[in-house]
């Protein structure tokens, strides 16, 4: 048999496909990673570790404190109405503070739940400072906002108009406020430690309406259609978290006014804006109690002048029709009939709406950001005397801002709270039975003071009306601050839509001129430090429906402000802030030249064979989750408790089984609570404390309590004595039993 010494043409055929297939193999596999190493460098995907460290960390402190003051009589800073007193405790009301340092130069933002910050609140507020850390905290790096809540106390203004629509200045009111502001203040600067800022924006819809779209139309077409809608959906978040990357506080603005609670709550509440920190600080600070807890979350105000929470639109009270479009009255009852409501079907119900929709959003933006806020910190600071200021239009034209006056429209409302009597939005001309009653009590206008505010036609002269103290400011802080590449802008007052954009737009091209500012965020922060009223575009004033009658500088009023922030943006952008001017300073009134209009509450007194914390209506003995446990006490007149800041009117406490020992679930801070202080006469009233049994409710049994004190005389001096009544106990369960 002969030995084989080759190979076959079947192997040989074979061997050549295998070695043809391995080549093929090997090539694609070479061209598909040299395709994909091609791609990734086309297309590098976007990692997701935790952004590089800066150097050199923020320093950054944050805290909070009660400010919530007297919750009996005295009258709520908002819709100017006197009827609208204090009459007990829907949400109590907070000043929330963030320090921010980056080694050489400090900043202090404080958003508080308040209806505004005042001019004397400010000064207060920096004397307080100053005596405790000298100049460390200035009139330049310190800008107070107010979240514009008009379920807060006033009281604590310095000039005639807002006295007298708050029944004075109030003394036990603004001390309140001022120390609370001041103790926010000193935790968040006892919390400084190295930390990182964080920033992101979104868009939120279905929560915000213009109350003023008519106004908002005569602004130009084209500048109109560079944006999506009439007011601006953009929420805006700031993250503050230690070096590890543990949050510790939150600033959001969104342009809405927090007037979701109407005219006819008598309530301390911190509205939609404070429902929403609320969340997010529950959110946070997990088995605290509201008030308490490390983390901080704030709600700030931002270009809300002509922006609505009532996103169901204006209504006539009496016929159920959508009012008049122009003016925003009803065929019959005028402006007081038309009235705007939504999206809940009750004043409650859209406060938790709305608080909800701003709060969800902010916390998606809160949990998702991922770009780092870095570099130095900037602020620039000057008092304006804003009646006298002369604009440059063009290159050969110049206006000049009026003394302030409020026009026929003032008295007119808005949608959110419409006025009395026959004034209506949109006035352009005077009505001679209100000039001439105006003219017999406080004499005409001035021939020059008319003509600069034309076409408003003026109710009030305010700037030439002195007497017993001026009716309103002229002196008038701006502030801007920035945090590396986040800007924001302190606005002493309501600033429309279109006016905050405007301003935005100036500061950011300002800023961005110098090579040290890129991709620039500017924030409209609102109320900031003295309270100016309204801020109308030139466009909007001349249709004067009620923010533009309340631009009290006349129709150059925002020009006015453009430049003086535009000063203020280029002397930080080429570093020259200190050489800015001061200005001239504001006044501060002595208190023996203020005046209160609040009378001293009178002794407290009981029912016949009653006293004093005894229940009158008594709880059921059992409920539900859902449902709202309720019960009325002989009461006092809180304004007899004093500072109850970091106290509580109310609990809701439950019992432990296994101990026998009650626990407090809820307070009168809380969301789930209400209390309502009820007014007799002679010295009589009462309190009665609702429990709106959340679902979270555990089963088992509760009790509800509430504390106070009563005013009496003893040897003709008044005696204020601690009370408290207790409900019977309850069973709360998780469903019906049948």
Not at 94 to 110: H, T
Not at 438 to 456: M, V
Not at 551 to 566: D, K, M
Request: with cysteine; aromatic share 10%.
């Amino acid at each position: 048999m002969a030995k084989r010494c080759g190979f076959s043409g079947l192997e040989i055929l074979l061997m050549v496909l295998f070695v043809a297939m391995t080549a093929v193999a090997v090539g694609f596999i070479a061209y598909t990673v040299t395709q994909q190493s091609s791609e990734s460098r086309d297309q590098e995907p976007t990692p997701t570790p935790t952004p590089e460290v800066p150097a050199i960390p923020y320093l950054i402190g944050v805290g909070r404190a009660d400010i919530t003051g007297p919750v009996g009589d005295v009258p709520f800073m908002g819709y100017a109405n006197l009827d609208q007193t204090a009459g007990g405790i829907h949400m109590r009301l907070y000043s929330r503070a963030f320090i921010v340092d980056d080694g050489s130069k400090r900043v202090l933002f404080v958003s508080a739940d308040i209806g505004m910050v005042s001019q004397r609140l400010r000064l207060e507020v920096l004397r307080g400072l100053q005596a405790k850390y000298g100049d460390l905290y200035r009139q330049d790096n310190v800008v107070l906002s107010g979240t514009h809540t008009h379920s807060g106390l006033g009281g604590y203004f310095q000039y005639t108009l807002f006295m007298i629509t708050s029944k004075g200045y109030i003394k036990s009111s603004i001390q309140i406020i001022v120390q609370g502001i001041v103790k926010s203040i000193e935790r968040a600067h006892e919390n400084l430690r190295p930390g990182r800022i964080f920033i992101n924006k979104g868009e939120l819809e279905e929560s915000n309406l213009n109350r003023s779209p008519h106004s908002y139309m005569n602004n130009p077409e084209e500048e109109r259609k560079r944006y999506n809608g009439n007011t601006d959906k953009q929420v805006v978040v700031l993250k503050f978290t230690d070096m590890d990357g543990d949050g510790i506080g939150m600033i959001s603005w969104f342009a809405v006014h927090p007037v979701s609670m109407n005219s006819s709550n008598h309530m301390v509440s911190g509205d939609n804006l404070g429902y929403a920190s609320y969340l997010f600080e529950q959110d946070k600070n997990i088995g605290s109690l509201p008030g308490r807890g490390p983390f901080v979350a704030t709600f700030a105000s931002s270009n809300l002048g002509d922006v609505s929470p009532n996103t169901r639109g204006p209504h006539c009270l009496n016929t159920g029709e959508s009012c008049d479009y122009l003016n925003s009255s009803c065929p019959i009852g005028g402006t007081k009939m038309c009235v705007a409501f939504g999206p809940g079907n009750n004043m409650f119900e859209s406060t938790r709406i709305i608080g909800e929709n701003i709060f969800k959003k902010s916390k998606e933006l809160y949990s998702s950001t991922k770009q780092e806020v870095r570099g130095p910190i900037h602020f620039a600071h000057q008092w304006l005397n804003m009646s006298d200021i002369t604009i440059q239009i063009n290159s050969t034209h110049t206006a000049k801002t009026c003394k302030p006056a409020l026009g026929h429209s003032f008295a007119g409302g808005t949608i959110d709270g419409g006025g009395a009597l026959n004034f209506t939005q949109g006035a352009v001309e005077g009505d001679p039975f209100w000039d001439g009653i105006r003219d017999a009590i406080l004499g005409p206008p001035s021939n020059e003071t008319q003509d600069c505010h034309r076409p408003k036609p003026i109710l009030f002269s305010t700037g030439e009306m002195n007497w017993p103290l001026p009716w309103h400011p002229v002196i008038v802080d701006v502030q801007l601050i920035t945090i590396g590449s986040v800007a924001i802008v302190a606005i002493p007052g309501e600033v429309t839509t279109m006016s905050g954009r405007r301003i935005r737009e100036a500061v950011k091209k300002e800023l961005e001129s110098s090579h040290a500012f890129a991709n620039t965020e500017v924030v409209i922060a609102g109320l900031c430090n003295i309270y100016t009223h309204y801020i109308t575009t030139y466009e909007e004033y001349q249709i004067q429906r009620y923010e533009a009658a309340s631009t009290i500088y006349g129709p150059h009023t925002l020009s006015a402000y453009i430049q003086s922030y535009r000063g203020l943006a280029r002397a930080i952008a080429e570093g020259t802030e200190a050489e800015l001017p001061k200005g001239p300073e504001p006044p501060f009134f002595t208190d023996s030249q203020l005046f209160s209009l609040l009378p001293l509450n009178p002794v407290d007194k009981t029912p016949d064979n009653s006293s004093f914390g005894e229940v009158l209506e008594q709880v059921d003995p059992v409920y539900t989750v859902g449902q709202v446990a309720s019960v009325t006490f002989v009461a006092g007149n809180p304004r007899n408790s004093g500072d109850m800041t970091d106290k509580t009117f109310v609990t809701v406490e439950k019992l432990h089984n296994s101990t026998q020992t009650w626990s407090v679930v809820h307070t009168d801070a809380s969301w789930e609570t209400r209390f309502h202080w009820i007014k007799g006469t002679s010295g009589l009233s009462n309190a009665t404390v609702e429990w709106h049994i959340p679902q979270s409710a555990q089963s088992g049994f509760y009790r509800i309590r509430h504390f106070g004190h009563y005013k009496e005389f003893r040897n003709l001096k008044p005696v204020f004595t601690a009370y408290e009544g207790v409900s019977d106990v309850f069973k709360v369960n998780k469903r019906i039993y049948y």
